[in-house]
């Protein structure tokens, strides 16, 4: 199975109750899955209660992102630390807002660096960057 990027954001940010997170981290233990999970929670509850986003599909928190992308809006810390921590998201915002093809996306997943995109304008700035599943497999899997 190979999930498109869409997909993959789809079960992460809109259904409430997924196996997203065992799916994606299950291979680095169940305590990772939960931390993972409780981010993705936390992060649905923070995009629906403070920014007032939709939780039913992904297309307001794209708009939120082309917005950003376009410094139309000043984007939280917290949406800039879920988007850097969760290679999910950075993707979906490199597919819908960068409209960066499948291929280019994939080839430098858990490279790509949401923060370094804002701050430099090239998420691939940093080139000892790390994203959290890279960090994750350096952790558990030596």
Known sequence: MNPSVNEL??????YPDSNICALIY????QQVV??????????RSYCSIKLNLSLDHLE???SLYDKV???EVIPQS???DITELEFVLSELFQSEVLKKSPEEILSNR??????NHL????????????????????????
């Open 9 to 14: 954001a789809k079960y992460w940010y809109v």
């Open 119 to 142: 701050k430099h304008g090239d998420g691939l700035y940093n080139k000892s960057y790390m994203g959290t599943y890279i960090k994750y497999e350096q952790w558990y899997k030596k």
């Open 110 to 115: 858990f490279k790509w660096s949401f923060k």
């Open 69 to 71: 992308n376009k410094k």
């Open 78 to 80: 917290a949406l800039i």
């Open 60 to 62: 307001d928190l794209i």
């Open 34 to 43: 939960e931390y993972q999970e409780s981010i993705r929670k936390r992060f």
């Open 26 to 29: 299950g291979s680095f233990g």
